[in-house]
């Protein structure tokens, strides 16, 4: 099985980059690839329970369908410990599928052949 690591690192504040990698680890999924969506930086923030159903872009599916969508397609959500820590994010904020992970977590995938994709 194909492994693909798509990292998202905007937030709310740019829908079309916070909905993005959703939909291309959602196709991954669907395709009996395991992919993993790693969210960094202001990433960090989609998957919280405060902002999962707050992000909307024109021409997209709302980012909660897509994310559940993702999840319920055996996709993984990754929030990174170094980014959500100074964010004041912890695992009760974080909205189902998703978890905190460290460093040492994205290079042993990485370093297990997944391919990498960045938005």
Known sequence: ?????????????DAERA?????????AATADQEAVVLLTIEGVWLA???????VQKDGFPP??????SFV??????????AC???RGIG???LIDGA??????????????GAATLSF
């Open 99 to 112: 978890r905190i992970v460290t460093a040492a977590n994205v290079v042993e995938y990485m370093a297990a």
């Open 72 to 81: 319920a397609n055996g996709g993984q959500i990754w929030a990174c410990g």
């Open 48 to 54: 919280t329970n405060r902002c999962a159903g707050a």
């Open 84 to 86: 959500t820590k100074p």
């Open 91 to 93: 695992a009760a904020d």
């Open 1 to 13: 099985m194909s492994k693909l690591l798509v990292n998202a690192t905007h937030g709310p504040e």
């Open 63 to 68: 980012l909660q369908e897509v994310v559940q």
């Open 19 to 27: 909905i993005l990698p959703f939909v291309v680890g959602n196709v």
